[in-house]
Antibody
Framework: EAQVVESGGGLVQPGRSLRLSCAAS????????MHWVRQAPGKGLEWVSSISWNSDKRGYADSVKGRFTISRDNANNSLYLQMNSLGPEDMALYYC???????????????WGQGTLVTVSS | DIVMTQSPDSLAVSLGERATINCKSSQSVLSTSNSKTYLAWYQQKPGQPPKLLIYWASIRESGAPDRFSGSGSGTDFTLTISSLQAEDVAVYYC?????????FGQGTRLEIK
């Protein structure tokens, strides 16, 4: 069964950093683009960042550009999100999601994890 | 960025009745190069992650009940639940993936009347 499991969330002070991880299993991780999507408490879904199957294309929402960095390790079936200069606006449940299409095809998000919660507070 | 606007924000429908949710994009999400419509629908139940229901505007994801259907083209799209079941209570989101700056609608909360 294809699945992704996020980890690394927690309580962090404003201005500090946090690194999220996503462990994939049950599918050929190296063949698919991957995404991060966040959801603030009681709010809707916000796309955060995406990375192509071979890491040569990366995209970021304007709200995180210059502060967040997405990366992946295909040998270890893992996706990461390095988050710097965190602020209250970044407090959310962060989901890792797999792209439905393989290669460079960017499609819908078919596999989602349960999310990892990031709380930003002093 | 492409703005996705859903209507209504919330909806109450009786069991067994039809539920219709609309989604409008600020620009066309139809690719002229491959004639595909880059529009998906997700269902999110309380305490759960989103679940893909429909992609390419009208293709039902494996495992999604056939009472769910998607339609529309260009900039106007509809998710229809033909006969509402109790387990369909959820928030529904549309998403465009035409642009790699993916955007979601604000969500529509579906309840039982």
């Amino acid at each position: 069964e294809a699945q992704v499991v996020e980890s690394g969330g927690g309580l962090v002070q404003p201005g500090r950093s946090l690194r999220l991880s996503c462990a994939a299993s049950g599918f050929s991780f190296a063949n698919y683009a991957m995404h991060w999507v966040r959801q603030a408490p009681g709010k809707g879904l916000e796309w955060v960042s995406s990375i192509s199957w071979n890491s040569d294309k990366r995209g970021y929402a304007d709200s995180v550009k210059g502060r967040f960095t997405i990366s992946r390790d295909n040998a270890n079936n893992s996706l990461y999100l390095q988050m710097n200069s965190l602020g209250p606006e970044d407090m959310a449940l962060y989901y890792c999601a797999k792209d439905l299409g393989d290669g460079y095809s960017h499609e819908a998000f078919d596999i989602w994890g349960q999310g990892t919660l990031v709380t930003v507070s002093s | 960025d492409i703005v996705m606007t859903q209507s209504p924000d919330s909806l109450a429908v009786s069991l067994g009745e039809r539920a219709t949710i609309n989604c409008k994009s600020s620009q066309s999400v139809l690719s002229t190069s491959n004639s595909k419509t880059y529009l998906a629908w997700y269902q999110q139940k309380p305490g759960q992650p989103p679940k893909l229901l429909i992609y390419w505007a009208s293709i039902r994801e494996s495992g999604a009940p056939d009472r769910f259907s998607g339609s529309g083209s260009g900039t106007d799209f509809t998710l229809t639940i033909s006969s509402l079941q109790a387990e369909d209570v959820a928030v529904y989101y549309c998403q465009q993936y035409y642009s790699s700056s993916y955007t979601f609608g604000q969500g529509t909360r579906l309840e039982i009347k």
